[in-house]
């Protein structure tokens, strides 16, 4: 079956950066459109950077210019960059793509990483 699986995640002081991974695995034809997304406590999960098969990228504004995704299809990965991080970034990080597979595009969720910025 398809699986996301992030890394990467822990404390980073403010001011800090980070990486987040995200690899899927499975028996897929594409990985599609990828996303990460984020949940902080009490929050509501929100999209934090978008990327499409043909590496076209978008941002919520909150992290615009201090995040970057990317990705890798031949080693199925997705990466999320970050610098200058704030309190205000800490979440679980969750990784999101439409995969296809012989049964069509579905989405698949990954089980997130814990990101927290703190000293």
């Known amino acids: 079956q398809v699986q996301l699986v992030e890394s990467g995640g822990g404390l980073v002081q403010p001011g800090g950066s980070l990486t987040l991974s995200c690899k899927v695995s499975g028996s897929i034809i594409d990985m599609g459109n990828m996303a990460w997304h984020r949940q902080a406590p009490g929050k509501q999960r929100e999209l934090v950077a978008h990327i499409t098969t043909g590496g076209k990228t978008n941002y919520a504004t909150s992290v615009q210019g201090r995040f970057t995704i990317s990705r890798d299809d031949a080693q199925r990965t997705v990466t999320l960059q970050g610098h200058s991080l704030n309190p205000e970034d800490s979440a679980i990080y969750y990784c999101?793509?439409?995969?296809?597979?012989?049964?069509?595009?579905?989405?698949?969720w990954g089980q997130g990483t814990q990101v927290t910025v703190g000293s």
């Open positions: 999101h793509g439409d995969i296809l597979t012989d049964s069509g595009a579905t989405g698949y």
